[in-house]
């Protein structure tokens, strides 16, 4: 598959997460799912943002989002959650009983490799993995489905890829992915570091100010020390 030139940091795609409140619902009805893809469309219009790839689960949702600036992920994501916020305690009469997302949303960058296309099988993916559709594209509230099944009005909000779609793209969301692939893209979500080559990761992390997120988890080791003050 191709491969692409590392990106300035205003463009490089990401991968963007967001989860309800101690895993309570965000959706528990088809028209809760409708009603946030009306928001999500309100948001492209009040925050311009490239979508690559989505998918809504019940309790939390996924995107590949593509910002043109610095400045646009954050601004368009905190648009989305804070007006699905609102809109949805109207809906459901809790005003004022607290946030329905855990927070601020997690996100990381992706190199537009054979990365992208693991990025964006993992999202695609998410309802056939949950055992929520017995195919990928049967789960309405994704962009697979949108590609595939949704008019040019309904999918009108996804852009194109900075990869081509493969040929047997829908073939290959809905073959399993590797432990190894699957572990990899959840340091990347549990830790935000970089996701890509080894060299592309170190190169990203340094350039966004995120070296940490590739350090081991945990508190460093001290240097050990003998009776005369000297290292061990």
């Not at 463009?11 to 809760?32: M, Q, S, T």
């Not at 699957?182 to 995120?210: I, N, Y």
């Not at 001290?222 to 005369?228: C, F, G, P, V, W």
């Amino acid at each position: 598959m191709p491969r692409r030139r590392r990106q300035t940091p205003g463009g490089f795609v990401y991968h963007v997460l967001n989860r309800a409140v101690a895993r309570l619902p965000l959706f528990e009805k088809p028209a809760d799912y409708a009603a946030f893809l009306r928001v999500l469309a309100e948001a492209l219009h009040e925050c311009p943002m490239r979508i690559l790839s989505f998918i809504l689960m019940p309790n939390h949702w996924h995107f590949v989002l593509w910002p043109e600036r610095d400045g646009e992920l954050s601004a368009f994501c905190r648009w989305l959650a804070h007006t699905h916020a609102m809109r949805w305690h109207a809906h459901y009469h809790t005003s004022g009983t607290g946030h329905i997302y855990q927070g601020r949303f997690k996100a990381f960058a992706i190199e537009t490799d054979d990365h992208f296309y693991t990025v964006c099988r993992y999202v695609e993916r998410n309802a056939l993995r949950a055992n929520l559709a017995q195919r990928a594209e049967h789960w309405r509230w994704s962009s697979l489905w949108r590609r595939i099944h949704g008019d040019a009005e309904s999918g009108s909000f996804l852009s194109a890829w900075p990869l081509p779609v493969p040929q047997n793209w829908v073939d290959l969301v809905n073959a399993p992915q590797t432990v190894a692939e699957l572990e990899a893209l959840r340091r990347s979500v549990q830790r935000g570091c970089p996701f890509g080559s080894p060299d592309w990761q170190k190169q990203t992390a340094a350039g966004l100010g995120l070296n940490h997120t590739l350090r081991p988890p945990g508190r460093p080791r001290k240097a050990a020390h003998d009776k005369k003050g000297g290292l061990e």
